[in-house]
Nanobody, 126 residues
Framework: QVQLVESGGGLVQAGGSLSLACAASGRTFSSYAMGWFRQAPGKEREFVAAISWSRGVTYYSDYSDSVKGRFTISRDDAKNTVYLQMNSLKPEDTAVYYC????????????????WGQGTQVTVSS
């Protein structure tokens, strides 16, 4: 069982930056791949980014085309935390952002993720 709690959302102007964090409970955090999803009003939940569990000294990451080059996902297994650094934010990035955990690295669909946080609101004004 993993419990996830997101933090760091807020209101920012277009072009600005925000950093989200997701703190996980449980001693098996390092065994999970972690993902960030977002959901805007009236839209389906969509994949944003994911990071694998440690593969020696390497973590693999994956990004949606809409955020590639602007967002960076990272994790600190010693702190049981995954981060999402968001730069060059656009109004279309406005959504509730969720972190999630999965055993299945490589998936971009919500149904492959086993545990979810409650979400944090990110609002980007134009």
């Amino acid at each position: 069982q993993v419990q996830l709690v997101e933090s760091g959302g807020g209101l920012v102007q277009a072009g600005g930056s925000l950093s989200l964090a997701c703190a996980a409970s449980g001693r098996t955090f390092s065994s999970y791949a972690m993902g960030w999803f977002r959901q805007a009003p009236g839209k389906e939940r969509e994949f944003v980014a994911a990071i694998s569990w440690s593969r020696g000294v390497t973590y693999y990451s994956d990004y949606s085309d809409s955020v590639k080059g602007r967002f960076t996902i990272s994790r600190d297994d010693a702190k049981n935390t995954v981060y999402l650094q968001m730069n060059s934010l656009k109004p279309e990035d406005t959504a509730v952002y969720y972190c999630a955990a999965t055993w299945a690295w490589g998936s971009r669909t919500p149904d492959k993720y086993d545990y979810w946080g409650q979400g944090t609101q990110v609002t980007v004004s134009s």
